[in-house]
Nanobody
Framework: QIQLVESGGGLVQAGGSLRLSCAAS??????????MAWYRQIPGKQRELAAQ???????EYADSVKGRFTISADNDKNVVFLQMVSMPPEDTAIYSC?????????WGQGTQVTVSS
């Protein structure tokens, strides 16, 4: 089992920035990781993929966050980051990280991000 712990959420004013971090509880070798991702669940909506980084550092972003969010990973430490800038109130959501490995997929519990207008 791998536990993921998110941090960095909180309250920010519209136009502001936040950086989320997600750390794995134990070392997972890079060749056993398919992808690391951030999902978000906006109130009243289904959970959606916000950003993903896959083998070879291939990244994928939801259209709504392109140009504003940047996902990156420290593969040695098994930490994935999500840098968010120019945030509008619509980015308010619970953000959860997910790691997909050869052993299965694992989720963090989520961190609340609130963008005030």
């Amino acid at each position: 089992q791998i536990q993921l712990v998110e941090s960095g959420g909180g309250l920010v004013q519209a136009g502001g920035s936040l950086r989320l971090s997600c750390a794995a509880s134990r070392r997972v070798y890079i060749n056993r990781i398919y992808s690391m991702a951030w999902y978000r669940q906006i109130p009243g909506k289904q959970r959606e993929l916000a950003a993903q980084i896959s083998r070879g550092d291939t990244t994928e972003y939801a259209d709504s966050v392109k140009g504003r969010f940047t996902i990156s990973a420290d593969n040695d430490k098994n930490v994935v980051f999500l840098q968010m800038v120019s945030m509008p109130p619509e980015d308010t959501a619970i953000y959860s990280c997910k790691i997909t490995t050869t052993m299965g997929a694992f989720w963090g519990q989520g961190t609340q991000v609130t963008v005030s207008s």
